[in-house]
């Protein structure tokens, strides 16, 4: 029986293929397994654990920007607890930025 030097080519070829395959997908799905085990305790804290440190991030770590917002809010409206007035620059910014 005669086997063709292309059909053994292709039969090879398809060999590295299918082990190229194999070996990134084991690689892949272990890689995934090792992000799942590593999250970081900050992704399970609720989203508002920490308002002024949310606001204080998106002014990129300008305390003395993230107090004049709050000040702003609580002039524009006097009765606004700090977190309230905390959640409203948040906001503020949030809608200033999508313009």
């Not at 590295?16 to 900050?42: D, E, G, I």
């Not at 609720?46 to 990129?60: M, R, T």
């Amino acid at each position: 029986m005669y086997i063709s030097h292309q059909a053994i080519g292709f039969f090879i070829l398809f060999l590295l293929f299918w082990a190229f395959a194999y070996a990134f997908n084991h690689w892949f799905k272990s890689s995934q397994r090792h992000r799942r085990r590593t999250r970081s305790p900050r992704s399970r804290r609720p989203v508002d654990a920490e308002p002024f440190s949310k606001l204080v991030g998106i002014c990129f770590g300008d305390k003395a920007k993230a107090e004049r917002l709050i000040a702003f809010e609580q002039n524009r409206n006097p009765h606004l607890s700090r977190l309230a007035a905390i959640q409203m620059a948040i906001d503020a910014v949030a809608r200033d930025n999508r313009r």
